[in-house]
């Protein structure tokens, strides 16, 4: 009887606390807060959980897709899955060698906003807040524009 028990904790909690992680080669970076990796023979686009990096054509973009290419080129990534979006992309932690976790050094270096309607986080809101205050990467704009804002302005412009 034990030993059934015993089974049966294991079974629900190995169940209830694993953790998906996807790893592969990065094939392509697009910008900033995604890219592109072969995980098992398949391309899998990946966008990182939580921030939201400048759009093209936006000051500090190509600073933060180039700063995402060299934390990728340094080892080997991992993504803790953590959801997939409308478009299909896997939305994600994405870690380097296990120990880098890009989505924060990317608020570290201010070339990206904490994206709170999406993570609560209160330490992604302290370290977006010490980027902010050290004037680091976008944060030296004076009036730097969030992405999803300079989004809506794009969108409302076409539709005139």
Same mark, same amino acid.
């Given at each position: &009887?034990? =030993?059934?028990?015993?089974?049966?904790?294991?079974?629900?909690? =190995?169940?209830?606390? @694993?953790?998906?992680?996807?790893?592969?080669?990065? /094939?392509?970076?697009?910008?900033?807060?995604?890219?592109? &990796?072969? /995980?098992?023979?398949?391309?899998? #686009?990946? #966008?990182?959980?939580?921030?939201?990096?400048?759009?093209?054509?936006?000051?500090? =973009?190509?600073?933060? @897709?180039?700063?995402? %290419?060299? &934390?990728?080129?340094?080892? %080997? /990534? %991992?993504?803790?899955?953590?959801?997939?979006? +409308?478009?299909? +992309?896997?939305?994600?932690?994405?870690?380097?060698?296990?120990? *880098?976790?890009?989505?924060? #050094?990317?608020?570290?270096?201010?070339?990206?906003?904490?994206?709170?309607?999406?993570?609560?986080?209160?330490?992604?809101? +302290?370290?977006?807040? *010490?980027?902010?205050?050290?004037?680091?990467?976008?944060?030296?704009?004076?009036?730097?524009?969030?992405?999803?804002?300079? +989004?809506?302005? %794009? #969108?409302?412009?076409? =539709?005139?």
């Amino acid at each position: &009887m034990f =030993s059934r028990v015993l089974v049966l904790f294991l079974f629900l909690t =190995s169940t209830c606390t @694993t953790t998906q992680y996807l790893s592969g080669d990065v /094939v392509r970076v697009a910008d900033g807060d995604t890219f592109t &990796m072969l /995980v098992e023979g398949q391309q899998q #686009r990946i #966008r990182l959980h939580g921030i939201d990096c400048p759009e093209k054509g936006q000051p500090y =973009s190509r600073v933060a @897709t180039q700063f995402t %290419k060299d &934390m990728l080129a340094l080892g %080997k /990534v %991992k993504v803790q899955q953590l959801d997939t979006d +409308r478009y299909g +992309r896997v939305i994600g932690i994405v870690l380097v060698n296990d120990t *880098i976790n890009l989505n924060e #050094r990317l608020l570290e270096a201010g070339l990206a906003w904490h994206y709170k309607t999406y993570d609560r986080s209160p330490e992604w809101a +302290r370290i977006e807040k *010490i980027a902010q205050t050290a004037k680091h990467g976008l944060w030296v704009e004076k009036d730097a524009v969030a992405p999803w804002e300079w +989004r809506k302005r %794009k #969108r409302a412009e076409r =539709s005139k």
